[in-house]
């Protein structure tokens, strides 16, 4: 997995200097990357010292700004490791179900992103190219052009995770708190979605309105026009910062230099299933969702609170889900090393998911309640951290999901424990 990172980093570098000659060969031969950048500097008449170099990924651009191409990387290496008590009962035909430790590494994300403008540092495009965990195979996660209006107004479409409904899924995966997003956000996310995104960013407001294929719609199976599980789906996001600077808010942790700052924020999803489709995961797939959240920090200390609900619209279905989470961190070394807890609670109302029960995953307990404390060491913020934390399943867990760390208990058990430990580096 590793090797494919690396041989796509270079594949992108490829294409830059393809580009780059590319873009000049009507006007002199290219022999060089300095060539080109000294051809640049003929046409523009000036200087294009800086027009490669590196600032937030490595970069090579016009003169004017007119023409943009920056190449960033993402490297996260994880060992996780799981207890639970089975009590023999087991499924040892699933890998890893049938062991009440479960141990080991992996490359849980390696992504290259390409991030730039086309003529106009008013159109921008993004694309990130990740590495699948089970084979290896690299395959399309993120891909949106964006425009901005003379207003501030953007207009975004294309394919992503952040589904501007809930804020621990707007924050890159990058830049979280744990090693991953807590489990109440994998349970009610939105996942990767196709989608066509109007927003805008004032002084204290910020909104997001989208209209999209509905959740998964942008998951590998689902990616087709035919193929995703809603005829439409609207969500809307507003956010009202009472405090502070609304960069602080990119991530959940509070830097030396950072004031308070205050954050509040809330969105509703609404879908409309496949009508027309007798699959159950299609014509039952109607639902809307909520949640509101709040993040205070400043001078060190991280706080932050959410809440969410998932309610069926199902003809004959009442159900009610929701969940809620507090989270909590100080820096203990300003700037290098932190302290984080969080508290997650979530009520099922008897299923995993809004649809046809026959095809849900059994629910063992009607809720689950998760408590987790870890530590960040920060060697240069996120673009180089440790974070080593434990978590710690009081409840049945019903849904497994790896990316947590936490897997399927047997009915009657509960007490799963979770250790993570991961090392990122981003530029």
């Known amino acids: 997995m590793v090797a494919r990172f690396y041989r796509s980093i270079a594949i992108s570098y490829a294409i830059v200097a393809l580009a780059v000659i590319a873009y000049a060969q009507d006007e002199i031969q290219l022999t060089t990357l300095n060539d080109a950048l000294a051809s640049n500097d003929a046409l523009a008449g000036g ?47 699933i890998p890893g179900d049938s062991d009440e430790f479960v141990g080991g590494f992996t490359v849980h994300r390696g992504n290259v992103l390409l991030i730039g403008n086309i003529g106009d ?57 744990g090693a991953e997003r807590s489990y109440l956000t994998e349970t009610f996310t939105l996942n990767e979605i196709q989608a066509i995104l109007l927003s805008h960013q004032r002084e204290l407001i910020r909104w997001q309105a989208q209209f999209s294929d509905g959740r998964y719609s942008g998951n590998h199976a689902n990616r087709d026009f035919y193929a995703d599980r809603a005829d439409a789906a609207l969500t809307g996001r507003l956010e009202t910062k009472l405090a502070g600077e609304w960069a602080q808010f990119g991530d959940f942790t509070s830097w030396e230099c950072e004031d308070w700052g205050v954050l509040l924020g809330g969105a509703v999803h609404w879908e409309r299933g496949e009508t027309g489709n007798n699959t159950p995961i299609m014509n039952l ?9 709040v993040s205070i920090e ?66 063992i307990d009607n809720s689950v309640n998760i408590l987790s404390l870890g530590l960040n060491r920060y060697y240069n913020r996120h673009a180089a951290k440790l974070t080593t934390e434990v978590l710690y399943a009081a409840d049945p867990i019903s849904i497994p999901m790896p990316q947590v760390g936490l897997l399927r208990d047997q009915g009657g058990q509960d007490g799963q424990w979770a250790v993570r430990c991961q090392m990122q580096l981003f530029f």
């Open 121 to 177: 540092p008013k159109l921008k495009y993004w694309f990130i190219f990740a590495s699948a965990r089970d084979n290896g195979n690299t395959a399309l996660e993120e891909g949106k052009l964006m425009y901005e209006f003379d207003n501030g107004m953007v207009l975004s479409v294309g394919q992503w995770h952040n589904s501007c409904f809930l804020r621990e899924q707007d924050v890159s995966y990058t830049r979280q708190m």
């Open 298 to 363: 400043g001078y060190g200390l991280s706080l932050y609170g959410a809440a969410v609900g998932r309610i069926s619209q199902n003809p004959g279905e009442d159900i009610n889900q929701y969940g809620f989470e507090a989270q909590a961190a100080y820096h203990l070394i300003q700037d290098e090393l932190e302290l984080f807890c969080r508290y997650e609670n979530i009520f099922y109302d008897g299923v995993a998911d809004i649809g046809d029960p026959t095809t849900m995953v059994p629910i």
């Open 285 to 293: 797939n109607n639902f809307w969702q909520w949640t509101g959240d």
């Open 47 to 93: 200087d294009c010292s800086a027009c490669a170099g590196y600032k937030n990924g490595f970069y090579i651009k016009t003169q004017d700004d007119a023409w943009l191409l920056t190449v960033r990387a993402l490297l996260q290496l994880r060992w996780i490791g799981d207890w639970r008590d089975l009590n023999g009962a087991g499924n040892p035909a």
